[in-house]
């Protein structure tokens, strides 16, 4: 064993404040999960507890016997955000595609043009966003949420980045004398090497349309139509005011899927931040 | 024969753009158009899609920048933005350095990245709301500690408070993004080449002095891309203020810019000129923003440097030539 170069002391002081660090991050949902299995009652007595009580079934009715309607945002929020993931990923590959390996004169403009619009903040434009939908009557529409990812600039920066390093031209050239179409050979031959950026992307891409608040919000004014998010906006409400156990309930329903995909892709997400791989 | 094969494909190259320029124009070109339009007019009320221009083209920029509740929405996002950005990288920073670090090697560095990420991908709204939930009055868990522990008597009203209400938004914002920030940092503190660092240890460097001399100045681009992109992100911030506390908290202490552009637009008279003019300010200062902080970041030795290498590398292989005529 390698003698350490440091102190005891100081190697205490780096765990000691991992570890709070780790208290920090898992107390707040702890403390929800364990709310949502407890009575009003019994929150308002003491609303920290490490041990869970036996209302959860309750809780879910007073949840659901009111507006909230966990199923239908859920399925909602998975249209969306499943169609807006296909939308980027393939279009973004695509666009990447074309910048890479055809040589056009347009070819290094429209590569500038794509690292500078990708600055642009969504937020700033959703007034004007707004009133062209409302126009052509395609609020409440989620194809208006889903479409315009075909343009992510950040994700068509990163495929090329990606394509750059992996994609040997060779194979294309190949195919081309083997009689393969352009469209043919993308679909087929470039797609598949693709695969692992095409992942990454996609976990970022469906995690942010997922958590995406403000856009839906201003679009989708038909309770059916709630996303997820918006279905969370509503616990704040009147109606919920006193129903503690209820709420925390709501709460732990929309985390409950993001977990679930965070432990189990955990190691591939680290490693997509890691490449810079997510718009901050 | 090679160069027209060449040719014949490039209408791929435009052929393979067309999806993206198209969805660019119509979801992204025309409404930046749009709003920058309306914010002309004077477009307002629920449903309203008709407008005429002003008399005065800048009555509703002049509006929206004398107006007090835009001053403090602009205030707020700053201190609130800068309240969780500080803490925020100087934490990120010295995690990144432990966990990057030659001298140790932090045991269950891989769990510690998880559970610090963790946050991140967990949906704002639920987080605001959940936050809100945990420093509710009276019976919220952060009460049932400071009664239980006896640090106060009575249970406190935390979102009453200016200071408290503003303090919990940059948390949270902290809380969300470190993790994100520390695994930048440690993948461009990994992209370094050991050898500075085998080298600075030769000459008796300290782990201190190597952070540094040698960790620091050269994250310098990664902390420029973090300091943009969180500036940016920062104020949008939306979804935290919005929900945390009802109607913004006391004397509008947690209102940002975009929770003051979306009241504007979507709540009370529907004001959506005004608010395209409050978003075109926006627009300007990122865009103002981001080029000051390129600017101010930008390296000057570096520059200085590169060019002299090249100055360096044109001698050798003009001297390199010379050698090769003599010889």
């Excluded at chain 1, 891409?205 to 958590?211: A, G, K, L, R």
């Excluded at chain 2, 660092?197 to 620091?216: H, N, P, R, V």
Aim: charged share 10%.
């Amino acid at each position: 064993m390698k003698k350490l170069n440091v102190s005891r002391g100081f190697l205490v002081f780096v765990y000691a404040v991992c570890i709070l660090l780790t208290i920090l991050s898992i107390m707040p949902f702890l403390i929800m999960v364990v709310n949502a299995t407890r009575s009003t009652t019994e929150i308002q007595q003491h609303a920290i507890s490490f041990l869970p009580s036996t209302h959860l079934l309750s809780n879910f009715q007073i949840l659901t016997g009111k507006s909230f309607n966990p199923a239908r945002g859920f399925l909602n929020s998975m249209i969306i955000s499943v169609g807006s993931t296909a939308c980027a990923v393939y279009f973004s590959t695509m666009t990447a595609y074309a910048l890479v390996v055809y040589s056009w004169r347009l070819r290094q403009p429209f590569f500038t043009f794509i690292m500078a619009i990708m600055m642009i903040p969504s937020q700033v434009v959703s007034i004007g966003f707004y009133q062209f939908i409302y126009q052509i009557h395609m609020t409440n529409n989620f194809l208006a949420l889903i479409l315009p990812s075909i343009a992510a600039p950040t994700m068509v920066f990163f495929m090329r980045q990606y394509m750059l390093s992996t994609l040997p031209l060779d194979i294309i050239n190949s195919a081309r004398i083997d009689g393969s179409k352009e469209w043919y050979s993308f679909n087929h031959i470039v797609l598949p090497i693709m695969k692992p950026a095409i992942a990454t992307q996609a976990i970022f891409s469906f995690v942010n349309s997922w958590n995406n608040l403000f856009l839906p919000l201003i679009l989708l004014t038909k309770q059916e139509k709630y996303t997820m998010p918006i279905m969370v906006s509503l616990l704040k409400g009147d109606i919920y005011k006193t129903e503690y156990g209820a709420i925390y309930m709501g709460l732990t329903l929309t985390v409950l899927p993001l977990f679930i995909v965070y432990f189990l892709l955990s190691k591939y997400i680290i490693a997509g931040v890691a490449l810079g791989g997510v718009k901050g | 024969m090679k160069k027209k094969n060449k040719l014949s494909y490039a209408k791929y190259g435009y052929l393979f753009s067309i999806p993206f320029v198209v969805t660019f124009c119509i979801f992204t070109l025309y409404p930046v158009i749009y709003t920058v339009i309306i914010g002309f007019t004077d477009l307002k009320g629920i449903g309203m899609t008709k407008f005429h221009f002003l008399e005065n083209p800048f009555q509703n920029f002049q509006q929206i920048l004398s107006a007090p509740t835009f001053q403090t929405a602009l205030g707020n996002t700053f201190l609130m933005w800068g309240m969780n950005f500080l803490p925020q990288i100087l934490l990120a920073l010295v995690l990144a350095a432990w966990f990057s670090g030659t001298l140790f090697k932090v045991k269950g560095q891989g769990f510690f990245k998880v559970v610090f990420y963790m946050p991140n991908i967990i949906t704002a709204a639920t987080v605001a709301i959940l936050f809100g939930a945990l420093f509710g009055y009276p019976m919220g868990p952060m009460n049932d500690l400071v009664t239980r522990f006896g640090i106060c008597d009575a249970p406190y009203e935390f979102m009453r408070n200016k200071g408290w209400a503003r303090g919990v938004v940059a948390f949270i914002q902290f809380w969300m993004w470190y993790g994100y920030t520390m695994i930048v940092l440690i993948s461009g503190i990994l992209g370094m080449s050991p050898e500075w660092f085998e080298a600075a240890e030769i000459d008796g460097a300290s782990g201190w002095q190597k952070f540094l001399y040698i960790t620091l100045p050269n994250l310098r681009t990664i902390l420029i891309y973090t300091l943009v992109t969180s500036l940016i992100g920062g104020l949008q911030m939306f979804d935290i203020p919005k929900l945390l506390v009802n109607k913004s908290g006391p004397n509008n202490a947690t209102l940002t810019t975009s929770v003051f552009i979306y009241n504007q637009a979507f709540e009370g008279s529907y004001m959506y000129n005004r608010a395209s003019a409050a978003s075109m300010i926006m627009f300007v200062i990122i865009a103002i923003l981001s080029a000051v902080v390129f600017f101010l970041m930008r390296d000057k030795s570096e520059v200085a440097e590169r060019k002299e290498l090249k100055r360096v590398e044109r001698e050798r292989r003009k001297a390199l030539r010379a050698e090769g005529r003599n010889s």
